[in-house]
């Protein structure tokens, strides 16, 4: 079965430092990885995703993600971040292999708060 | 192009009662998704519809829950009756292709309060 864990439920940064929400999975095969953004009362929006080919990604926002097969990680990483970063993020997992081929496992999110 | 559309955005409602939501999405897009996200967790899928066919409806509570999209474009989802434990916001996503990966769209959800 595929799965995805956040570890960190909140992080907190300064305006203008680096980011990092984190992210890792368990799948069968080779996953295939996204990130969604949330802000308040709104759905969730695509921020980058990872199939195949260089382990870093580049998304929107000036977002990006590598991948790290040995460490089974994801993580989500800005050079410099932003008040209007601040939003609820997801990490997601598809599995190729598994049984419902088709379908995405979200984490549990990491509410990011970037401090003025 | 025009987002995912569902309605109502709010919707209060006593236990035991029904309710049914309803979902437009981007034109085009051949892949439905129903997702249920409560309070402190990630989205949870529901159903998901490629056309007017189920792809997925193992994680649907069939025995109170039922989704139709009858003519391959619009859906809704219905509870029938609601139990305390549905409160949540249930959000609607399509996708272009998702066997290739295409991303889902999401639209702003319907936040469902039982009282």
């Known amino acids: 079965a595929q799965s995805v864990a956040q570890p960190e439920d909140q992080v907190n940064v300064a305006e203008g430092n680096p980011l990092t929400v984190k992210c890792t999975y368990s799948?069968?095969?080779?996953?295939?990885l996204f990130w969604y953004v949330q802000y308040p009362n709104r759905g969730l929006q695509f921020l980058l995703k990872y199939i195949t080919g260089d382990n870093l990604v580049k998304g929107s926002y000036g977002f990006e993600a590598e991948f790290n097969k040995s460490q089974t990680s994801f993580h989500l990483k800005k050079p410099s971040a932003l008040v209007s970063d601040s939003a609820l993020y997801f990490c997601?997992?598809?599995?190729?292999?598994?049984?419902?081929?088709?379908?995405?496992?979200f984490g549990s999110g990491t509410q990011l708060t970037v401090l003025p | 192009e025009a987002g995912v559309a569902q309605s109502p955005r709010y919707k209060i409602i006593e236990k035991r009662q029904s309710v049914a939501f309803w979902c437009n999405p981007i034109?085009?897009?051949?892949?439905l998704y129903w997702y249920q996200q409560i309070l402190g967790q990630g989205p949870k899928l529901l159903i998901q519809?490629?056309?007017?066919?189920?792809?997925?409806d193992s994680q649907l509570p069939k025995d109170r829950f039922s989704a139709e999209r009858l003519k391959g474009v619009d859906s809704t989802l219905k509870i029938q009756p609601a139990k305390l434990e549905d409160s949540a916001v249930y959000l609607c996503?399509?996708?272009?292709?998702?066997?290739?990966?295409?991303?889902?769209?999401f639209g702003d959800g319907t936040r469902l309060s039982i009282l």
């Open positions: 519809f490629q056309n007017n066919g189920v792809v997925d």
């Open positions: 799948v069968s095969g080779n996953p295939y």
């Open positions: 997601a997992v598809r599995d190729p292999l598994s049984g419902s081929a088709r379908q995405l496992t």
């Open positions: 034109s085009g897009h051949a892949t």
């Open positions: 996503a399509s996708s272009l292709d998702p066997g290739r990966n295409q991303p889902q769209h």
